[in-house]
């Protein structure tokens, strides 16, 4: 059972999929792992880490693909890549399947099984599973960092023989992973720290982690959560109050950190650019939700934008990926508790159960079609002649 680790290609990215903890853990299970020379460099492991670990190193991707049972991905892989896929494989990796039909329809005429990890369902045996939480949280503690760096100022308070500093204002609008965590770093860094959400359980769990919850709290909050724990888009009214709350908040801000996101739609835009220009020279927002068209009207994606007022609006794009070593560290975790669910640990060879509710929710393409409900092409009209409306 032969597990490859090709370098990740797309979009510059830094993190790995195995670290050489996964790697001996791999080897326990009966499997032989090959990783592509310089796979983990940029989050600071050597081939040499590697291969202390038991792997073998790959000169190039299609040396270490050939003959792969299970491939291992930080994304999706790249349509130069395809080719050496090897047939019947397993493509374990966070797939960005939304928008990017064409990239399924890839992986299923490569005739490999591709497994999209975030669609893992967050459930509580999944829950080491769950690369979008290690991955999320990673990227709220990363929020604060960037903000801080861009910012002129100390963030606790001070008082020196100079005189005192005061302690800045963060204020985190959308409190899901990335949100609390980013609380809790600004806390630890001594700021005074403000909270949004439009989901009602978050106040304790903002107000648990010492900062001050903020929010429009009418019969609609009541009801903003979905049963699977999700936001719901709000009203044009709700959305109205919310920025009228906001407003004069923000313009006390020294830096504000939005992670807002609604599953299957484009983030809420939660500043709008009348609301940056009531900001202070010097103040610095951080839109975590930049991938998916950003929380702030002015965020550019992949740029530190400086506004005519002297705002820092920071869009950095796979912030995650500013931490590759903690970041791989966590998702090679992530992977490695799923794989071993496909693997049988008498006979040390695969055994995938397709029906298994994890394999079931993140399975995308097996045999050459794509199988997931979500993209699978619908099928036809059941009856001839039936009657169609619209
Ligand atoms: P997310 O990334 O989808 O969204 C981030 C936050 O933005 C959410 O808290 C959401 O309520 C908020 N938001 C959306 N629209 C907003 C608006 N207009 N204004 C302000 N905030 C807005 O969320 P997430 O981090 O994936 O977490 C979603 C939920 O899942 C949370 O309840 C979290 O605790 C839960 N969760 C459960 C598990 C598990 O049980 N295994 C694991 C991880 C997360």
Not at 317 to 339: D, M
Not at 369 to 375: K, M, T
């Amino acid at each position: 059972m032969r597990i490859a680790v090709p370098a990740e290609t797309q979009g510059a990215e830094t993190r790995v999929a195995v670290t050489p903890e996964t790697v001996r853990k791999f080897i326990g299970l009966g499997a032989d792992i090959v990783v592509e020379k310089g796979a983990g460099l940029a989050s600071g492991i050597t081939d040499a880490d590697y291969e202390a670990a038991g792997a073998s190193i790959a000169k190039n991707a299609k040396e270490a693909l050939k003959g792969a049972a299970i491939v291992l991905k930080v994304r999706r892989p790249a349509e130069a890549e395809l080719a050496s896929l090897p047939a019947g494989a397993l493509v374990i990796g966070t797939m960005d399947p939304y928008g990017n039909e064409a990239a399924l329809e890839g992986l299923a005429k490569a005739k490999v099984a591709a497994f999209a990890m975030e669609f893992m369902p967050r459930i509580t045996r999944a829950q080491v599973m769950d690369v979008l939480s290690s991955q999320a949280n990673l990227a709220g503690y990363r929020a604060v960092i960037d903000g801080a760096a861009e910012y002129g100022r100390a963030l606790p308070m001070m008082m020196t023989a100079a005189g005192t500093v005061p302690a800045a204002r963060i204020f985190i609008m959308g409190v899901g992973v990335a949100g609390l965590q980013a609380i809790a770093t600004a806390r630890r860094l001594g700021a005074i720290v403000t909270a949004t959400d439009v989901r009602p359980a978050t106040k304790e769990q903002v107000e648990s982690l010492g900062a001050k919850f903020l929010a429009v709290e009418d019969e609609e909050f009541k009801q903003a959560q979905t049963a699977g724990g999700y936001a719901k888009e709000m009203s044009k009214e709700y959305q109205a109050k919310q920025a009228e709350l906001t407003a004069g908040h923000i313009a006390k801000q020294d830096i504000v950190i939005t992670t807002a996101l609604i599953p299957g739609r484009p983030a809420p835009k939660l500043i709008s650019a009348a609301m940056v220009e009531s900001m202070k020279p010097g103040s610095v927002i951080v839109d975590l939700a930049v991938e998916r068209g950003g929380n702030c009207e002015l965020a550019k994606p992949g740029e530190v934008a400086v506004t005519p007022n002297g705002v820092k609006i920071i869009g950095h794009l796979n912030v995650p990926g500013r931490l590759p070593a903690t970041s791989s560290q966590l998702y090679a975790k992530n992977l490695f508790a799923f794989v071993e669910t496909l693997i049988d640990k008498a006979e040390k060879k695969l055994a995938v159960n397709w029906d298994d509710e994890l394999v079931k929710a993140t399975a995308l393409t097996r045999d050459g079609a794509v199988i997931h409900p979500n993209f699978a092409a619908k099928p036809a009209p059941a009856t001839e002649g039936s009657v169609q409306n619209g």
